[in-house]
């Protein structure tokens, strides 16, 4: 009876309320690995892309600047060359069949021959001043004067500046016996050069008693872009003058 009043005693059991989404919740953290991105490690794309933008403009500046030095070496270049052809570039041109150095032909019309210059003549530099104002075509108080002292009387021909109250240009026209200071006037009969630092050599004919051109003298004239200088021998004997106006 004993055996038959003893009961077994009910299983205590707990419980545990697992929801279901915790339970996805876990699965999913059990496989999904741990990674660890630092501060470091995110940067790192970032700092690579600044160098090699770094490096690019490094390079852009360098090809720059090598070929603004090329440019500048060759503005150097073409600036030497200019000027050695500048200096270089002398060229005659004659307008007569004859040469320059032929004795003159005394004519009222003669040959007229130009040399060409691209650089300032040394007698545009370096000349003689005259102001003598008893040799302008104007002057007719005395006729006694001649060309027979300096500086036409060196033994070589001289470069003479006209000024003012000379005048400033030989004349280019006969002048009459009995001006100018003398009794046989002198005036230029070739052709004036117009380019600038052009030479022209020609003739200055002698005016007497009714010949415009009894005798003459070869000559050269120089344009100095404001002024002309001439190269002027001494005439053959007094009583012989240049005339300006």
Known sequence: MARSQQRQQPMSISTVDLDVDDITTLHREEHIPSHNFGDETLSEPDNTRSRRLLILFIVVFIIIILISLAGFIMAICALVLSKSESTNSISTTTVASTSATTPPQCSPSPATYFQYTTVTPPQCLSYTLNT??????????????????????????????????????????????????????????GQYPSPVFTTATSIVCFYYATNTCSSCATISVTNCLNFYVYLLPEPQSCNYRYCTL
Do not use: K
């Not at 021909?157 to 026209?173: D, Y």
């Open 132 to 189: 003598d104002a008893t040799r302008n075509i104007g002057y007719t108080s005395s006729i006694n004067y001649c060309d027979d002292v300096a500086p036409f009387s060196n033994t070589t021909s001289v470069w003479i500046r006209f000024q003012e109250p000379a005048g400033t240009l030989l004349a280019s026209s006969p002048v009459s016996p009995n001006y100018c200071g003398t009794v046989v006037t002198g005036w230029y009969a």
